[in-house]
């Protein structure tokens, strides 16, 4: 629904449709999103919850300056959805890993 | 740890034209991106040049890393520098080492945080992350979008989420408060506007451009304005309401519009209108992480805090070079031109690249700036006359210090 | 600009200076607080958030701490201010069989001076402090020790000395002393000068070189330490933790052989109320050089790793660097300057500053009253008949 398939100076949407999975559900992506973007495209805007207060966060600044978007990938903890590339068959996590579960 | 002839941080605009300026004169060169996609701001830039040519800055993104791969140029992209080294050393997240005697800091720019009660509910993002997000992930932030902040960053990008089918329902200031500064006032943000002259089609706005200079008439724009706002390439701009909270639960609902007067302060009638997201914008501010050593000075014409730099664009720090956005801000074109000088400077000192071409390279940066369509700040010109000036200052006490040394 | 006057001019608002200033003003003398940069900037805002007495030498040393940590239970009520203070205990890991030798002497010796500290073995060590590694032989404990956040701390102890009436002056540098006839008569700023009979050097590390601009001798100079900062991450660590080898490192005490870590390296670890690590640190004498270079961090970083495994898995976000004051001995001066009346120093109290801030404001209070107490005698700037080695 908020995927921009035609735009009236770039054209039509081209890439391959790949799918990752977001706290355990799976969802459509097109090579080259970052997975802040594949998962925005798809309705999703929380990407963890503040550890205190427990407050919903999603993307802010969208260049990996502010660290609000940090998510765990296929293990790896405090990884910035805006500046990561998803792949096929990635597996995000919301919000950092608790260090007992890292690799 | 791998040697290179000059390590280049940034793969954005300026970056990749000092990477391509070394590497096409035969120097061995490493460029460093956290970014895994090549390129920096330039990756969301769209807008109009002239009547038919578009200014698509992902395909300049893509034209410069095709001609950096080409001369040979090592990128480094999804990589972190954790820290810069006397010698220099450059080290990457993981353990790595890029070592180069020369260095190329273009760090560029992010977005001043507008602290705004319900700033950090989903679906509230900076204009600059609103802008990737569309035009180069093709993904629209939202249905319904309230734009705060008026400058020419977010009146650009308030079109460009028109033109991708958003309903943008307004441009609004941000409450007037310390933070905010002068950014709530409305007859400052007509001042601001001078820079947009060009990009205004309303006539209106391009009175009120003009007017800027004279503060008095400034105010007189600002008591004129209509309460309704005027629509600036198709979307309200709202210099009489601010908005002064987001609501929302799990994410954005509606935002709090609140009226004000010429001078910005609230009239007292505030309401709700819905909306699925915010952008704001604060402004940008030069990135100065890894500049750390060099001799600075904040010069708010320029953005905030920036080294000074000589034409070569060196720093205090020898063989420490800026280019773009560290510098100060301003669009991508002046950037690349900057980066230019820094990547010739390089391979000068390396023997690689002659002095006229340098001189040429330096020449051009102010014609870049002159005839560029925007100007993100309006005082830009007499910012970089003060870093001159304090470079100046700041060289002549270096020789009298080398001179005590000798 | 009038030209000021006052009955005391503090140079240094770390929290050394912000808490002579608050008691010299809360007894209603007319105070100047000049800072060169803001409070804090300098070693009290580079430091880790530990008030520990048992890394303290028994005697003076450790009275000194102790009459400062018992300050502490009443300081929030009186700065009117959180400090994030906890009393939460600290422990010492030891690894080796020569450091466990080392650590028994060490705490013998402070019971016999009054601390609750307890030695643990490697089992009950881990008991309290899980993240501790398999191959640590024991711990010594004391539920004695506490933190605070320092920032806070600095900023509480300024304000309060504000709210007393102090004026202060920040992003101001002193750039002379005046005096007539063997007395201070002003201080010269670069935002003018003030007139005043009494100047208090607590410019920490840099209190040498505002010593020099009266010719008075200051015998401080700056030992450099690097912390790692971590990304925010759950509770792991109770408490303030340090090691043998840190303990060692302070008192310069040569312990064991070999695997001695370089850098002067000691753990220090410690956890914010959001979540950081503070993970430390380093002591070199490298001037005021404040590049410390990549060798340090991971120097440190595996010293750290070695005794709590479960960092390696945790992201570092940042350094810092700064410059403890050190005198040689342990000790702060606090005396005035046989060169020059009207002339107090207050500096050196290497990495015990946020430990030592409460009772050292007492301590330059009842010195500039003329009184004497059990401390000053050995807090003289004479003690060191010879020049502290380099």
């Known amino acids: 629904m908020q995927r921009l398939t035609e735009h009236p100076v770039l054209g039509p949407l081209g890439g391959q449709p790949i799918s990752f999975e977001f706290d355990g559900i799976v969802y459509p992506a097109i090579e080259g999103d970052s997975v802040a973007s594949a998962l925005l495209a798809c309705g999703i805007r929380t990407l963890r919850r503040s550890k205190q207060a427990g407050e919903p966060r999603g993307i802010y600044c969208g260049i990996g300056h502010c660290y609000e978007c940090r998510v765990t990938v296929d293990g790896k903890s405090s990884v910035r959805a805006c500046i990561t590339p998803v792949a096929d068959g990635m597996v995000v996590k919301p919000g950092p890993a608790p260090a007992e579960a890292r690799p | 740890m791998t040697a290179f002839d000059v390590a280049i941080v940034g793969a954005g605009p300026a970056g990749l034209s000092a990477a391509i300026a070394a590497a096409e004169a035969g120097g061995r060169v490493a460029v460093v991106d956290e970014n895994r996609v090549p390129g920096g701001r330039l990756l969301g830039q769209l807008h109009q040049e002239s009547k038919d040519s578009w200014w698509i800055g992902q395909k300049v993104a893509a034209g410069l890393g095709e001609r950096a791969a080409a001369a040979g140029v090592e990128l480094f992209c999804g990589r972190e520098v954790w820290g810069m080294h006397p010698g220099w050393f450059l080290a990457l997240d993981g353990g790595d080492t890029i070592s180069a005697p020369h260095v190329v800091l273009a760090s560029g ?35 319904r979008i309230a734009v705060v902040g008026v400058d020419p960053l977010s009146l650009t990008v308030a079109h460009e989420l028109k033109m991708a089918g958003a309903d943008v329902v307004g441009i609004f200031l941000p409450p007037l408060s310390k933070l905010s500064g002068q950014g709530g006032h409305p007859g400052h943000n007509l001042g601001y506007l001078s820079g947009l002259a060009s990009l205004a089609p309303n006539a209106f706005l391009r009175a009120a451009a003009g007017l800027v200079r004279n503060p008095v008439a400034r105010k007189a724009a600002a008591r004129l304005y209509p309460e309704s706002g005027v629509p600036v390439l198709g979307v309200p701009l709202k210099l009489k309401q601010s908005i002064t909270a987001i609501e929302g639960d799990e994410r954005v609902r509606a935002v709090e519009v609140t009226d004000i007067d010429a001078q910005g302060r609230p009239k007292g009638r505030t309401r709700l209108l819905e909306v699925d997201c915010v952008c704001l914008s604060g402004g940008l501010y030069p990135v100065q992480e890894l500049t750390g050593g060099c001799a600075a000075a904040r010069i708010d014409e320029l953005g905030g805090q920036v080294p000074l730099h000589s034409e070569e664009m060196e720093t205090t720090l020898k063989n420490v070079f800026v280019a773009g956005n560290v510098t100060g801000i301003e669009g991508a074109k002046v950037a690349m031109a900057q980066g230019t000088v820094a990547g010739l400077a390089v391979a000068a000192r390396l023997g690689l690249a002659e002095p006229a071409r340098l001189r040429d390279a330096i020449a051009s940066v102010d014609d870049v700036r002159r005839t560029s369509p925007i100007t993100f700040l309006p005082n830009v010109g007499e910012g970089r006359r003060k870093a001159g000036e304090l470079w100046a200052a700041a060289g002549t006490h270096q020789q009298a210090e080398a001179q005590a040394w000798a | 600009m009038g030209i000021k006057t006052a009955d005391a001019v503090v140079i240094g608002a770390g929290v050394i200076g912000s808490s002579i ?118 711990a010594s404990f004391s539920p004695d020790d506490a933190e605070v956040n320092p920032l806070a701390l600095n900023t509480a102890l300024f304000r309060a000395a504000a709210r007393h009436g102090a004026q202060t002056m920040t992003h101001c540098e002193v750039t002379g002393i005046r005096a007539s006839a063997g007395r201070v008569t002003a201080v010269e700023t670069r935002r003018g000068s003030i007139s005043t009979p009494l100047v208090i050097n607590a410019a920490g590390p840099f209190a040498g070189q505002v010593g020099q601009l009266a010719g008075v001798h200051v015998p401080v100079k700056p030992r450099r330490g690097t912390i790692l900062i971590s990304e925010a991450v759950e509770p792991m660590v109770n408490g303030s933790m340090l090691c043998a080898q840190y303990i060692a490192a302070k008192h310069l005490a040569a312990v064991g052989s070999g695997n001695v870590p370089p850098y002067g390296i000691g753990l220090s670890l410690g956890q914010t109320e959001s979540g950081n690590l503070l993970i430390g640190g380093s002591r070199e004498f490298a001037g005021f050089e404040k590049a410390s270079g990549p060798d340090v961090m991971a120097a440190i970083a595996g010293h750290a790793i070695r005794i709590v495994p479960a960092l390696a898995k945790i992201r570092i976000i940042r350094s810092m660097t700064g410059f403890r004051p050190y005198t040689g001995d342990g000790l702060p001066i606090i005396d005035r300057a046989p060169e020059l009346g009207g002339y107090v120093i207050a500096a050196g109290h290497e990495g015990d500053g946020i430990a030592l801030a409460p009772i050292t404001g007492i301590l330059v209070r009842d010195l500039v009253d003329g009184k004497t107490g059990p401390f000053l005698h050995a807090l003289t700037v004479n003690r060191f008949a010879v020049p502290i080695p380099a």
């Open chain 2, 109 to 143: 720019a992010a977005e001043r945080a507008m602290p705004i009660p319900g700033w950090t509910l989903p679906g509230v993002m900076t204009v600059g992350a609103a802008q990737t997000l569309t035009n180069f992930y093709r993904v629209r932030p939202g249905q």
């Open chain 3, 21 to 138: 200033a608050f008691r010299l003003a809360e007894q209603g003398r007319k105070v100047v607080l000049v800072e060169k940069a803001g409070p804090g900037a300098g070693a009290s805002g580079s430091c880790d958030k530990a008030i520990f007495l048992q890394s303290k030498r028994p005697g003076i040393h450790m009275e000194l701490a102790l009459a400062s940590r018992r300050m502490y239970d009443t300081l929030e009520a009186e700065l009117e201010a959180d400090l994030e203070l906890k009393n939460d205990g600290g422990m010492v890991a030891i690894e080796t069989p020569e450091h466990l030798d080392f650590m028994r002497d060490f705490v013998r010796k402070q019971r016999d001076a009054g601390i609750a500290v307890e030695l643990l073995d490697g089992n009950e060590a881990r008991r309290r402090q899980p993240c501790l590694s398999p191959h640590v032989l024991g």
